[in-house]
């Protein structure tokens, strides 16, 4: 018997057994019946976590697309694959079917062929959420190009940084872009970020908004024209299980951007396998996640989770406040969605603004939801259970992270019964492991430590682009034999996990991930400032504010603090983007530090958090006079 779908919860906890004593018999019954290879494995799993090195299903072959398009045409050529939602609502939805996605991802792998793209060649992708986006991405795939797609609402800097990291010689972009009642001006960030990156000979430009935009010669191309020209058909590039499918980037507690990548054969099985169990999607089920395919949620859960599956999975270019707070329910109306998956940030909000905008539409489809970015606190899993699921959908608090790839700790729906705020149980293959300080992994239950996994899973991050030390040293060097997640969690009576949150310098800000010291970085290059740190507050909405302390070089010129405030959200705007804005900006006399020079910053956060009482013994502190200065300024 096949464990491809499982349904109870004695199901779960036989396959989760199985997965964990027999791992590769257990994955390589999975990979075998369920997907398709142009040639075998010979060896389903070799690692070793201290170099570290993985590789799953080795020297298989294949080609993500044929699984994801192609293998449905003959059953369901006629069925949506994608239905696009425009911004907006009086724009009519876009039923893509199987047929004719197959045309479209196959014409823009032409497209990309003759721009002069082979496989192995990154593409940097920087569109809004249109169809375009999604066949630009599959076109990759489809030639063994890989793909590393920016979210568009990253600045012109952070945009040409992520293009020079992975040393990508084509762009390709959008005229401008829908955002509720904005536009914004796509093509405009793209040339001043190339002003950046000499070696892009290719910008290839969809057309979205209708803006009189700059075509370079030679090098910029109204990617409409192209495809209207291509032939649609392109034979699928043979793809080793190993041979990266994707980079993506994720913000780090230092340095630059880190540009995760993932590969082909592991990365689909996982996210095919998680995405039909943790929604549970059935034949004919509408499907929704609400995410930015410049996320890994939308890698994983908009495009190729769902689309291995056969599923109908919706994009939405819009915005959740857009015309008016109730447009998430109108379009789950409206397509009668059955699952629904969003952000614990975007469920606040929206149940902020009252339930009448919930309660105008019928929303008796929906059969599962989900919630993934962040904690999810208590009374937004408890608005979202009642007002929006009506009782009756189930929440999947889903833990998992760019690195990951995949969901790694869920319930899974009407078999795993949930807990308001926990993620609950491992999903099948994961292991989990609680660390203490000292190294040593926490046994039993009700417990708390630092989450570690012990064992590789198929769609793991094999490295960072460019830079497998820091790969080792962020995720594989904290505790031994271990992948290090960044984040604390709680192991309850019954071995549900309740992750807690972030215990580096990474802060989630509505759902985003955005390091300090990329912040910080912005922030000193003003010419009046010295240093600065950057913490997080809890914030009703966002999750975290960034809480920004800085302090001022010592000169004569002291403008007024709400000139440098403005003056500091503009720079993090133009280096990272707006989702990295202060809320909260101190101009401070001086930072607390250890004696070897770090920063305080969990002093300066319980000051921010107005703690400043309990701040325990500074006495060590390089400079513990500050302290009391800064609680003055703070005035929490
Ligand atoms: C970090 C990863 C993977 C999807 C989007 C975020 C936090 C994610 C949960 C959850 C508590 C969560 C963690 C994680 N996080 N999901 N259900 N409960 N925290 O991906 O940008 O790579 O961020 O998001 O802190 O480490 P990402």
């Known amino acids: 018997m096949s464990a491809y779908h499982i349904q109870s919860l004695e199901e779960y906890f036989n396959q989760y057994r199985k997965s964990v004593e027999q791992p590769e018999v257990f994955w390589a019954d999975l990979a075998a019946n369920h997907f398709q290879w142009k040639a075998p494995w010979t060896e389903v799993l070799d690692w070793d976590f201290t170099k570290p090195e993985v590789y799953w299903f080795k020297n298989a072959k294949l080609n993500i697309t044929e699984n994801c398009i192609d293998r449905h045409l003959e059953s369901k050529g006629d069925q949506t694959a994608i239905l696009f939602e425009p911004n907006d609502p009086n724009e009519q939805a876009q039923h893509i079917s199987y047929n004719a996605l197959y045309q479209a991802v196959n014409k823009m792998a032409n497209v990309l062929k003759d721009q002069g793209v082979k496989k192995g060649d990154r593409v940097c992708i920087y569109l809004p959420m249109i169809p375009e986006l999604a066949y630009t991405v599959l076109a990759c795939a489809r030639i063994g190009a890989i793909h590393s797609v920016v979210f568009a609402g990253f600045s012109s800097t952070a945009l040409a940084t992520r293009i020079n990291d992975c040393d990508a010689r084509i762009v390709v972009t959008a005229d401008g872009s829908f955002r509720g009642s904005k536009t914004i001006d796509l093509k405009g960030i793209v040339d001043e970020a190339l002003e950046q990156c000499p070696q892009v000979n290719s910008v290839l430009v969809a057309t979205r908004i209708k803006s009189k935009i700059h075509l370079e010669t030679g090098r910029d191309h109204l990617l409409e024209s192209l495809m209207s020209k291509a032939s649609d058909n392109c034979p699928a590039t043979v793809m080793?299980?190993?041979?990266?499918?994707?980079?993506l980037y994720t913000s780090g507690s230092t340095g630059k951007p880190k540009g995760m990548v993932h590969s082909s054969g592991g990365y689909m099985v996982y996210t095919a396998y998680t995405f039909k169990n943790?929604?549970?999607?059935?034949?004919?089920?509408?499907?929704?996640c609400t995410a930015d395919i410049g996320w890994i949620t939308g890698h994983s859960y908009i495009l190729y989770g769902p689309l291995a599956n056969g599923a109908t999975t919706i994009m939405?270019?819009?915005?959740?406040?857009?015309?008016?707070?109730?447009?998430?329910?109108?379009i789950v109306e409206k397509h009668k969605v059955n699952q629904f998956y969003t952000a614990p940030t975007a469920i606040r909000a929206l149940a902020r603004q009252g339930n009448?905008?919930?309660?105008k539409h019928d929303l008796s489809?929906?059969?599962?939801?989900?919630?993934?970015?962040?904690?999810?606190?208590?009374e937004a899993w408890h608005w979202y259970d009642k007002t929006v699921g009506k009782g009756q959908a189930p929440i999947v608090d889903t833990w998992w992270q760019t690195e990951t790839g995949g969901i790694m700790i869920s319930p899974i729906p009407y078999a795993t019964p949930t807990k308001p705020t926990f993620a609950t149980l491992p999903f099948i293959g994961i292991q989990p492991a609680l660390m203490d300080d000292e190294g040593q992994e926490i046994q039993g239950k009700q417990v708390s430590g630092k989450l570690c996994i012990k064992f590789p899973w198929p769609s793991m991050a094999r490295t960072i682009w460019g830079n497998h030390q820091r790969y080792k040293d962020t995720y594989f060097s904290a505790f031994e034999n271990k992948y290090f997640t960044g984040d604390g969690a709680i192991r309850d009576a019954v071995d549900y996990y309740r992750i807690t949150g972030r215990v580096d310098d990474v802060i989630i800000v509505s759902g985003h991930n955005l390091g300090t010291a990329p912040i910080e970085d912005a922030i000193n290059e003003h010419d009046l400032i010295a240093e600065s740190a950057i913490v997080g507050v809890p914030h009703d909405i966002k999750g975290n504010a960034l809480f920004g302390y800085v302090c001022l070089k010592d000169t004569e010129v002291r403008p007024d603090d709400a000139v440098i405030a403005k003056a500091i959200n503009g720079l993090i705007s133009e280096k990272i983007g707006p989702i990295a804005k202060l809320d909260h900006i101190v101009i401070s006399p001086g930072l607390p530090k250890t004696r070897s020079g770090k920063i305080m910053r969990r002093i300066l956060r319980k000051i921010a958090c107005g703690e400043g009482d309990q701040l325990g013994d500074i006495s060590t502190l390089l400079n513990p006079e500050v302290v009391a200065e800064i609680k003055e300024i703070v005035g929490r």
């Open 240 to 247: 080793d299980a190993e041979d990266p499918l994707f980079i």
């Open 316 to 330: 939405f270019e819009g915005v959740p406040s857009y015309p008016d707070f109730g447009r998430f329910w109108e």
């Open 365 to 378: 489809s929906l059969k599962v939801l989900g919630t993934v970015g962040e904690p999810i606190n208590e």
């Open 356 to 359: 009448e905008h919930v309660e």
């Open 278 to 288: 943790i929604f549970q999607y059935e034949e004919g089920d509408v499907y929704w």
